[in-house]
C-alpha cells in the first residue's frame, strides 16, 4: 500500500525543477508510504513520477518505486496489492527476478501481454500510473471495486495525477476553484460520488477502468471489468445447486480469497466489530492459521455504539489474540479536527471517527489489517433491501393526502421518545427483528414516505440527506450520477438486487471505501478487503436473491458459512452500525464549535450556502423536535474542510 502522483506536461520541462515539484507532491502524501520516497523523471518527454512506499512484500530495495521493466520500456507506480502475482508469475517466462514484489511481477506481465490483457489476469486492489517510453503514453488504472483512490486532471497545460487532493495541490499550476455542482450532489449523498471531485477540472478514476492519457482533449477510457457485465453474467448462468452446494461454493472462494490476502512481508490483523462480515474473515482467517490472529475493536461507553462486547465473544471462541480499547467521548471528539485534512475533501459519514480509531490502534501491532466490508452490499445486508420493497407496497395505495399525515405523525414526537417507547416493547420481539435507534429510522423514513412515487424513488430517498440540495447550495445544480440515469442500470432485476447493484456502483466506493482507504493509510495501514474479491462478487452475482435475503433476514448464506465456526447466538442481534451520537454532542459538547461553522454571517459572507434552510435545520436539531443530525454534518464538514484549506 502506497501513495503515488505525478505530472505530464507534454512540451517538456527542467528535469531539476520538476524533480523538486514531484518530491514535494509526494511530501504530501508520506503519509501513505513512509518507508521509502522515489522520483523519476523524464525532462524532454515532460513526464515525472514520484512514490511514496509502505513496504509490505519485498521490503528490500528491489521492490521500491518508481520501477521500470525488464527492457526499460515501462515505468511505473503502483499503490496496492496484487493477490495473485506467484501464480502470473509461473505463467510468464522470466529468465531472473530481480525481488519478489507484485510490482515486478505486474511490470514482466504488462510487457508479455500488454495493459489491458494485463489487468484482466490480476486479482487485487490497485491504483496505479505507467509511462510507456517507447509511445510516450500514460496510462492511468483503478482496481475493479474501487478500493484505492485515483484523482487526475488537466490544469494550465500540465496533466497532474495522484491519491490524494493534497499531492495535485502542490504542483504549482494547480488553481482548480471549488465545483458548486460537485457540492450540491455532496449535501445529497454525503461523499462526492465519482467522478466527480470538490475542485472544477479534477475528477476521480471510475473503477475498473483504464485512462490513455494524450494531450489534452485526447484522453480515452476503457473498462476493464464492469458490475453491468458481471451482472449479466450472473444472470444468464445462475447457480443452479442446491443450498449446500452454494454454501460450499461461497467458503471455498472465500478461503482462497483469504488465504492470498493473508501473504505479507510484514504483521497481519483484522478488524473484528462481532457482526456477521469481519467475524467470517476473521473465522476464515483464523482456521487457517497456525497462530492466534490479531484482532482490533473500538468500544464505546454508549451502549448504542458499542459493538466491543460482541466482538470479544467472537474472539474468545474463536481464539484470536484481541486488543479492544474503549474510548471516551473526549478522545473520540478529539479527532474531528483532523477530520478536513485526513479525507482533503469534504466527506461526511460519521463513522469516519471510529474507522479512525480502529486504524490508529490496529496499527499499534500490525502494518496491515483485513476487513468486511462488502458484504452488506454483496449478501442483501443493509435494512433497506428487506423493507423497501415491504414499505412501499404498503404504503403505495394510500392517497399522497394520507401518506403526508402519517409522516406528520411520526415526525411529531422527538427520536428519544420513539426509543423510550420501543424500549418498553422490545422484549416482544426475536433478537433479528430489533431495530438499533428506532426513532431516527422512523424519523428518517416519515421524511420520504409522503412523496415517493415508486420502490426506486424510495431508495433513491433512502440514500439522500437533504432532498433538495440545489436550494440550499447558492448557484449550485445537481450532476447527473448512476442513481439518476435509469438507462444504464441492468434490466430486469429485483427491487432488492436493483438496491444492491446501485449501492456497489456508488455507496460502496465512493463512501465505505474511501472512509477505510483515508482512515487506515492516514495511519500508514493497508487494510484489504477479502469479500470484495472480484470473484466472490461474480459468484454472489450468480447467486439467488432467496441465498442473500430469507425470512426477513439478509446475509442468509454469509451466515450459513460463519455458523460452522461461531454459534449462531453470537451473532443473532440487532443491526448496529459503526457510528457515534454525533447528533447528541451537536446539542452538548460540539454546539459551540458547530454554532461558530454554521454562524449566519459567516454563510453568507463565504457565500457557498443559503443560510436560511441550515439555521432552520440546526433550530429544530437544538430544540429536539426533528434529529438533523446527518444533514448538519455535511455542512459542517464542508465548512470545517473550507476553513482549513483557505
Known amino acids: 500500500m502506497c501513495g503515488l502522483t505525478g505530472f ?10 520538476a524533480q523538486a515539484t514531484a518530491a514535494a507532491m509526494a511530501q504530501c502524501i508520506a503519509h501513505r508510504g513512509p518507508d521509502y520516497a522515489g522520483v523519476w523523471v523524464d525532462g524532454d518527454a515532460g513526464i515525472a513520477l514520484a512514490h511514496r512506499r509502505l513496504a509490505i512484500l519485498d521490503v528490500s530495495p528491489t521492490g ?25 508469475r509461473t505463467a510468464l517466462e522470466c529468465p531472473q527476478w530481480r525481488g519478489h514484489s507484485d510490482t515486478e511481477t505486474l511490470l514482466a506481465g504488462l510487457e508479455a501481454w500488454g495493459v489491458e490483457a494485463t489487468l484482466r489476469k490480476t486479482v487485487g486492489m490497485f491504483a496505479l500510473a505507467l509511462w510507456d517510453r517507447a509511445e510516450r503514453t500514460l496510462y492511468l488504472a483503478r482496481d475493479r471495486m474501487g478500493e484505492k483512490p485515483l484523482y487526475y486532471g488537466w490544469h494550465n497545460g500540465v496533466f497532474l495525477f495522484g491519491s490524494e487532493l493534497k499531492a495535485l495541490k502542490a504542483h504549482p499550476m494547480f488553481g482548480a476553484e471549488v465545483n458548486r455542482d460537485a457540492l450540491t450532489l455532496y449535501l445529497r449523498h454525503s461523499c462526492i460520488p465519482a467522478p466527480y471531485s470538490v475542485y472544477k477540472g479534477i475528477r476521480k478514476l471510475l473503477p475498473g477502468v483504464l485512462l490513455k492519457v494524450g494531450r489534452v482533449g485526447e484522453d480515452s477510457t476503457t473498462a476493464y471489468w464492469t458490475l453491468n457485465d458481471t451482472v449479466a453474467a450472473g444472470r444468464s448462468s445462475p447457480f443452479e445447486g442446491s443450498d449446500a452446494a452454494a454454501i460450499a461454493a461461497l467458503e471455498a472462494q472465500l478461503d482462497e480469497s483469504i488465504r492470498l490476502q493473508c501473504v505479507a512481508d510484514v504483521p497481519l490483523g483484522a478488524f473484528l466489530s462481532g457482526g456477521v462480515d469481519s467475524s467470517t474473515v476473521v473465522a476464515l482467517m483464523q482456521a487457517q492459521s497456525s497462530r492466534p490472529v490479531r484482532t482490533f475493536t473500538i468500544g464505546f461507553h454508549e451502549t448504542n455504539y458499542n459493538e466491543a462486547e460482541d466482538a470479544k465473544a467472537v474472539a474468545r471462541h474463536l481464539g484470536t489474540d484481541h486488543t479492544e480499547l474503549y474510548v471516551t467521548p473526549e478522545e473520540t471528539r478529539a479527532v474531528i479536527p483532523s477530520l478536513p485534512v485526513l479525507y482533503d475533501e469534504p466527506f461526511a459519514d460519521s463513522s469516519q471517527v471510529p474507522t479512525f480509531l480502529v486504524s490508529k490502534l490496529a496499527r499499534q501491532q500490525v502494518t496491515v489489517s483485513l476487513s468486511g466490508d462488502g458484504g452488506d452490499e454483496l449478501f442483501g445486508g443493509y435494512n433497506r433491501y428487506f423493507w423497501g420493497d415491504q414499505i412501499w407496497r404498503k404504503i403505495a395505495w394510500l392517497p399522497t393526502s394520507l401518506r403526508k399525515g402519517l409522516a406528520r405523525a411520526l415526525a411529531m414526537a422527538p427520536a428519544s421518545r420513539w426509543d423510550s417507547l420501543y424500549r418498553r416493547l422490545d422484549f416482544m420481539l426475536p433478537d433479528r427483528l430489533r431495530v438499533v435507534q428506532l426513532g431516527e429510522k422512523l424519523h428518517k423514513l416519515s421524511e420520504r414516505m409522503a412523496t415517493v412515487r415508486d420502490v426506486d424513488d424510495l431508495y433513491f430517498s433512502l440514500v439522500s440527506e437533504w432532498k433538495q440540495p440545489a436550494d440550499v447550495v447558492i448557484k449550485g445544480a445537481e450532476l447527473s450520477t448512476l442513481l439518476t440515469d435509469k438507462a444504464a442500470w441492468p434490466r430486469q432485476l429485483a427491487p432488492e438486487h436493483r438496491m444492491m447493484y446501485l449501492d456497489m456502483m456508488s455507496y460502496l466506493p465512493d463512501d465505505i471505501l474511501t472512509k477505510v482507504d483515508r482512515a487506515a493509510m492516514g495511519v500508514s495501514l493497508e487494510t484489504r478487503v477479502p ?37 449462531r447466538e453470537l451473532i443473532e442481534r440487532p443491526k448496529m452500525g459503526f457510528g457515534i451520537p454525533i447528533g447528541e454532542w451537536l446539542r452538548g459538547p460540539l454546539r459551540g464549535w458547530a454554532e461558530a461553522l454554521l454562524d449566519e454571517s459567516r454563510l453568507e459572507q463565504e457565500g457557498f450556502f443559503d443560510p436560511a434552510p441550515i439555521r432552520k435545520k440546526w433550530d429544530e436539531h437544538l430544540s429536539g423536535r426533528r434529529d438533523w443530525q446527518q444533514c448538519l454534518w455535511s455542512v459542517l464538514m464542508f465548512q470545517a474542510w473550507l476553513e482549513t484549506t483557505a
Open 8 to 17: 505530464w506536461r507534454p512540451g517538456g520541462f527542467p528535469k531539476h525543477e
Open 64 to 88: 521500491h518505486q518508481p520501477m521500470a521493466s525488464a527492457s526499460q520500456r515501462y515505468v511505473i507506480i503502483f499503490n496496492g496489492e496484487i493477490y495473485n502475482h506467484l501464480s502470473l
Open 531 to 567: 469479500l470484495l474479491d472480484h470473484r466472490v462478487v461474480e459468484l454472489a452475482w450468480r447467486l439467488p436473491l432467496s441465498m442473500k435475503i430469507r425470512d426477513g433476514q439478509g446475509k442468509w448464506i454469509l451466515r450459513q458459512v460463519l455458523y460452522k465456526y461461531v454459534p
